[in-house]
């Protein structure tokens, strides 16, 4: 009967999830739960997965310690993929460091990875980087040096550092097929495609184009003045200025943004800043309250002249003016760009991820669903939320990361 166990488990260890349940399908047995549970989860039934792992680390008896760290392990993956962003992350730092006591190194340092993921995903990238370099590759069997590139790849990506994305890239899908795994070989040509898709959308002077993230990378060490709508600041070379928590400012300096070298009309500042139909009196006002604030805001990197009609944003330094947008513009990108990998998201998880309210989050997928934009299935707690990945949805790469104390 061992044999039959550790047969399953080198199919489960191959991508072979259906030869392993042929093995243990009608076993009862800790071992056996365990390792049906991971094969329904490589086959994509993750509620049975949670549950089959659950009742193998209750089956594991008080000395098998390592066990039921595995099945922590194994849960905690369950979570993340199904973007359970809640999930304690106290359990499984304990449980990988039983794996550390007992000796197993691969499965500890797999933990580590998943610890690090969720980081990726809620954009604690100083964090992710920091827990990333106490871990050596090299004694890891390729599966686990994939998922390590796979790690090192998304925090460069996020960092706007494509030339080492692309290596850590490339290496993950060498180790990916020595492990000869089609679903890790599946992520690692998913990261190459984030690569090669339109990351952002440049406006310079009424012209619109798609840009990489090479090129964005490159827009940003250049001269030129950027007001980026992707992280909400106001940008060039040397200098950041964030008006993530200035919405009317920044709404100020993307119109502005988006006529230079010409000027915007006071009405048509005031409808995109306050969204109100008719510039009174008072509205003219409060526009002129907000534009000091924003000449204040943006110090030495520009400043904000009037014009006869309205005004006109004049940079100090910088060569020209240009906006750095979504590739989709729609005011619930944000939302969009997390939907858009495929995952199913509960509202939580996304609210987590973006740094905001549940229920500013739950807005956004309502008026999605109304749009046809999002899809719901689930109710209450295990009400989920998704969209298929479709060419010209924004992508996760420039989101910004949660402000500190968020």
Known sequence: ??????????????????????RVALRDDAPAL???????????????????????????????????ARCVVAEAEIALVSRDLGWPAKTLDAARATLE?????????Y??????????????????ERRLADLDPAPLPPAARAAHELVVAGIAMRRLRTK????????????????VIPALTAEVESASLALNTPAARLIVRGEER??????????????ALVVDACRHVVRDAGTVVSLARRPVLFALARALGEAWPGDVPRGTLVARAFRARLADESYRARLRVE???????LGTLAGVRATKRGFALAPHGAG????????????????????????????????????????????????????????????????????PPVPGFPTTLLLPAPLPGD
């Open 291 to 297: 534009v000091g604030r924003l000449r204040s805001e």
């Open 1 to 22: 009967m061992e044999a039959l166990i550790t047969a399953a488990a080198r199919a489960l260890a191959a991508g072979d999830p259906l030869g392993a349940l042929n």
């Open 164 to 179: 080492p994305a692309r290596a850590a890239v490339a290496r993950a899908g060498h180790a990916a097929r020595r492990a």
């Open 101 to 109: 006591a007992h000796g197993d190194r691969v499965n500890a340092a």
């Open 210 to 223: 798609l840009l990489l993230l090479e090129e964005v990378e490159a827009l940003l060490a250049s001269r």
């Open 320 to 387: 020209e003016v240009v906006v750095l947008a979504p590739p989709v513009d729609d005011e619930h990108a944000t939302v969009l760009a997390l939907l858009a990998d495929g995952e199913s998201w509960s509202s939580s998880a996304l609210a987590l991820a973006l740094g905001t309210s549940q229920r500013t989050v739950q807005r956004a997928l309502e008026a999605l669903a109304a749009a046809g934009k999002a899809q719901a299935f689930g109710g209450g707690r295990a009400r989920r939320w998704m969209t």
């Open 111 to 128: 933990a580590r990875y998943l610890e690090v993921r969720r980081l990726l995903l809620i954009g604690r990238l100083d964090e992710a």
């Open 34 to 68: 365990a390792l049906r549970g991971i094969a329904m989860a490589q086959l994509g039934d993750l509620v049975r997965a949670k549950a089959l792992l659950r009742r193998a680390a209750r089956a594991f008896g008080p000395k098998e310690a390592v066990a039921r």
